[in-house]
């Protein structure tokens, strides 16, 4: 079961690594395919929006 714990500064998942991977390539899909990873990654606050 993948858990993600996130603050103003931090991102912290939980789970095995192919629930992690999953769910990245997930939010990647969603958010364009050629999101950046530093940007998918980023906490919430700190994310700019989608371009």
Do not use: F
Not at 18 to 43: F, H, M, N, Y
């Amino acid at each position: 079961m993948l858990k993600r714990y996130e603050t103003n500064s931090r991102l912290q998942w939980v789970g095995k690594a192919w629930e992690i991977r999953s769910a990245i390539r997930r939010i990647q899909r969603e958010q364009g395919g050629s999101a950046r990873l530093v940007d998918v990654l980023r906490p919430a606050k700190e994310r700019s929006p989608a371009r």
